[in-house]
């Protein structure tokens, strides 16, 4: 379904309804024929000649079915935060502090990630710089084992915390510790902070985030797409204006490094994935392992965030006839 995922981020970015299916069922069907041939060979001086040909052959025909993914249910999957547990989860298997911050997170105790760009394309260029360099320093100190994203205490917890963002001591001594805990208005001294959901921390001992909702998620990613020009100079898609008043460059600035969808009007060939819509190609390149990892996560976020699926067997059908 990974063409299904990228196929509706693209449709996005054009302002388009995004589809989701799910399969429904799989079955398989199996024909078995069986034949006999014979063929007479009569020679004049011999013996007649009877030879027989019998053949047996087998025909295997699977079916899948589809169905669009609605209800409320799904739309409250959907539209709804993102869970600060999930993000913790995702921390905890490895992955990069700073890619599930900028993909996830649109606020952290007011510093801001690109908010205007979690729904359709914005007119301008939204807030963005001082939070890149607040996950770039969370991913500093993740790389050097000196800071954590962990649950939290069951007294944490009983407090409505989601998450703790929890330093070592050197860590926390660190030059890249205190900027990251200046950026935010913690205290200096501070070793641990819960994490809650919500726009303002009450205290200097607690950060505040604000997460994206699925769609969100989709919706900011769709800004990593490299438009085709005709659907800029159409009026197909909006043209998001920097600051200056020129074209702001959404690659060069905040999806540097994290994500990008390339354009074709030919099928690709270095392609990891790729889909086909208003008549081009749009693709994640082999060699461009960013965007592959941003995919990946993106991928196993919808996993979490839709909740457990039955696991659909295969039905066997055998016809009795054909």
């Known amino acids: 379904m990974d063409e299904q995922l990228l196929l509706n981020i693209v449709r996005l970015r054009y302002r388009d309804t995004p589809s989701f299916l799910e399969i429904s069922s799989i079955s398989t069907s199996f024909d078995f024929n069986a034949s006999l041939g014979a063929e007479a060979q009569l020679r004049q001086g011999a013996g007649n000649i009877l030879n027989l040909r019998p053949s047996i052959g087998r025909t295997e025909r699977p079916t899948i079915t589809y169905l669009p993914m609605r209800g ?22 490895g992955w990069s502090a700073e890619r599930i911050l900028r993909v996830c997170v649109q606020r952290m105790n007011g510093v801001l990630n690109a908010p205007t760009a979690s729904g359709p394309t914005p007119d301008r260029e939204p807030e963005w710089q001082e939070y890149r360099e607040l996950a770039r320093l969370l991913r500093r100190l993740q790389q050097a084992d000196a800071v954590f994203i962990l649950p939290p205490s069951a007294e944490q917890k009983e407090r409505g915390a989601r998450g703790l963002l929890a330093f070592t001591p050197a860590g926390a001594d660190s030059e890249e510790g205190r900027r990251f805990k200046a950026m935010l208005g913690l205290r200096a001294d501070g070793v641990e902070f819960p994490l809650f959901p919500g726009l303002v ?4 001992d607690t950060i505040a985030v604000s997460t994206r909702s699925l769609l969100s998620v989709l919706f900011f990613l769709s800004h990593g797409i490299d438009l085709p020009e005709q659907a800029l100079d159409s009026g197909a898609v909006t043209q998001t204006l920097g600051r200056t008043g020129t074209p702001f460059d959404w690659q060069q600035t905040v999806m540097e490094d994290l994500f990008r969808i390339r354009s074709s009007p030919t099928e690709p060939k270095d392609h990891t994935i790729r889909t086909r819509y208003r008549g081009h190609w749009f693709y994640l390149a082999e060699q461009d392992l960013d965007s592959k990892s941003t995919f990946l996560m993106t991928d196993l976020l919808l996993a979490i965030q839709s909740g457990d699926r039955a696991a659909l067997a295969p039905i066997l059908t055998l016809p009795v006839s054909r």
Do not use: K, M
């Not at 959907?78 to 869970?83: D, T």
């Open 201 to 204: 921390a009450p205290d200097a």
């Open 72 to 93: 409320e249910s799904f739309a409250r999957n959907l539209l709804a935060p993102v869970g600060l547990e999930s993000l913790v989860y995702l921390s905890q298997s």
